[in-house]
């Protein structure tokens, strides 16, 4: 049974250019939850998909940011035109339902992005 | 929207002593509250949770109490291990809720 999959584990990108992050949930998991953790803090929630479907983004920064989680593939995090503030630990969750009422949140290992 | 407080931020006790974590929560309708353990390098993984139904619930060392009138829960580790130097981070949620909100974590050190 594997995991939720996350790649790149590690990404350098330079001011300006854009990060693609790829996240597969657990088999027969279609609940995507994106948490962002900043070097030496907590996770904060960015952004909650089901297929096709953004059901919460109130995490998510307003600019440069979007998500989506289609029909066939994995759910990708895009960071337009990052900025040195963007640096951080970016994890993917999935659940088989709502958080809140199935439980356990089952998370990758994280990407970790840098921006030079 | 609900807001998670969790203290002490880092916490180093001595090998077979307790370690003890707690948090506060804001939004009354919070009814699930889990604990995850983050070890270096890695993604959260859950390790005991809680709902509002009841107040105390064990797994061997790990301990979890829930005082719903004061908002306040807490993480007991006792016989502390090695292994159990990590980051803990509790959270809430409740049944209609579309995330899980996140404390902002304790650093445990267990000293030999």
């Known amino acids: ?6 790649n790149p584990r590690h990404l350098v990108r330079r001011r300006g250019q854009e990060a693609r992050l790829r996240c597969s949930p657990m088999k027969g998991h279609s609940h995507v ?13 960015m952004v909650y998909l089901q297929k ?4 919460d983004e109130s995490g998510m920064p307003k600019e440069r940011f979007s998500a989506e989680f289609p029909k066939e593939g994995p ?8 900025v040195r503030g963007d640096s951080a630990a970016y994890f993917c969750a999935s659940s088989p339902g709502l958080a809140g009422v199935t439980g356990e949140l089952f998370f990758g290992e994280g ?3 840098t921006v030079l | 929207g609900e807001n998670v407080e969790q203290h ?5 006790v001595q090998e077979g002593d307790s370690a003890v974590i707690k948090c506060t929560y804001s ?12 070890e270096l390098g890695k993604g959260p993984q859950l390790i005991i949770d809680i709902r509002s139904n009841v107040g105390e619930k064990k797994d061997q060392r790990i301990a979890v109490t829930l005082n719903k009138t004061a908002k306040h ?11 159990d130097s990590a980051v803990y981070f509790c959270a809430a949620s409740s049944s209609s809720a579309s995330k899980i909100i996140f404390g902002s974590g304790t650093r445990l050190s267990i000293r030999p």
């Open chain 1, 52 to 55: 096709e479907n953004i059901i």
């Open chain 1, 75 to 82: 759910s990708i995090l895009r960071i337009q035109q990052v």
């Open chain 1, 111 to 113: 990407s970790r992005l």
């Open chain 2, 73 to 83: 829960f807490s993480l007991h580790i006792t016989e502390t291990q090695p292994e």
């Open chain 2, 27 to 38: 939004d009354s309708a919070s009814n699930y509250f889990p604990w995850y353990k983050q």
């Open chain 1, 33 to 45: 939850y994106w948490y962002r953790q900043l070097p030496e803090e907590g996770l904060k929630f």
């Open chain 1, 1 to 6: 049974n594997a995991g939720v999959m996350q």
């Open chain 2, 8 to 12: 002490p931020s880092t916490l180093s």
